[in-house]
């Protein structure tokens, strides 16, 4: 029974190692993902404050999308941000820029995430993305892919799984971010508790097929608390959750 239990110990110890140790790979190139884009970053908060509109970011065409169930609108591949939608900017922690709308929840969400995180506060290293930096963003991706081989038609398919086209991204609404943590840990802890704060897991990988967008741990989408958890407990995504409500009108 000893040695039994002594083999058990040197078991879960030897899985503990490999978790730590996937971790750190993770996160480290996460690390490595997040700075390239955090050049960038900064630039539309620096827009922002440029414009003069006291934050309020405005699309080409002068009329604005009604406020009601702004949370919800499902920007994808075949649907764009729409012209006109305009979004008061705030400040996050680190220097990110989001909707004002999500600013509180989004921190409520990330302090209590702490615990998850070696007792350190989770970061956004991407919050609102202008069309400018999300054009520079996927024609960065193209070009590498092109640069691998690829035909161009082969390099958008598989940019575009990656990088959405300018216009075409939840960034630019200013209410997803990516959030970086100091351990992956704090990704299951995501992914279990983020719809009591009103964020969806916007690309898990057992969705791909539906978003078509590979896996991103990092992604999170405001919706709202009630959507939020209606969705988490029927396990669905946010274009399921669009056609339903679609087919009930």
């Known amino acids: 029974m000893g040695e039994r239990n002594s083999r058990n110990v040197r078991r879960r110890k030897r899985m503990k190692q490999k978790r730590q140790m996937w971790s750190v790979v993770i996160f480290l190139l996460f690390c490595i993902t997040a700075a390239a884009f955090m050049g960038g970053f900064a630039a539309g908060c620096s827009w922002q404050k440029k414009t003069g509109r006291n934050g309020t970011v405005q699309y080409d065409s002068g009329d604005e999308v009604p406020d009601e169930q702004w949370n919800l609108l499902l920007v994808n591949r075949q649907n764009p941000v729409p012209d006109g939608y305009a979004v008061n900017l705030v400040e996050v922690e680190g220097g990110e820029c989001v909707d004002e709308r999500i600013y509180e929840p989004l921190m409520e969400m990330l302090e209590d995430a702490r615990e998850a995180n070696w007792d350190q ?129």
């Open 121 to 249: 506060l989770p970061r956004v290293v991407s919050g609102y993305r202008t069309a400018e930096r999300q054009k520079q963003l996927y024609d960065e991706k193209l070009d590498e892919y092109r640069k691998q081989g690829y035909s161009d038609e082969e390099a958008k398919e598989l940019t575009s799984q990656q990088v959405a086209e300018p216009g075409y991204s939840e960034h630019q609404l200013g209410c997803a971010v990516d959030i970086n943590g100091a351990t992956y840990d704090v990704y299951f802890w995501l992914q279990e508790n983020s719809y009591k704060y009103g964020f969806i897991f916007r690309y898990p990988g057992y969705k791909t097929e539906i978003t078509g967008v590979t896996e991103e741990v990092w992604h999170y989408r405001y919706v709202g608390v009630e959507t939020a958890a209606e969705m988490y407990e029927q396990g669905i995504c946010l274009e399921e959750y669009a056609e339903r409500m679609e087919m009930t009108k």
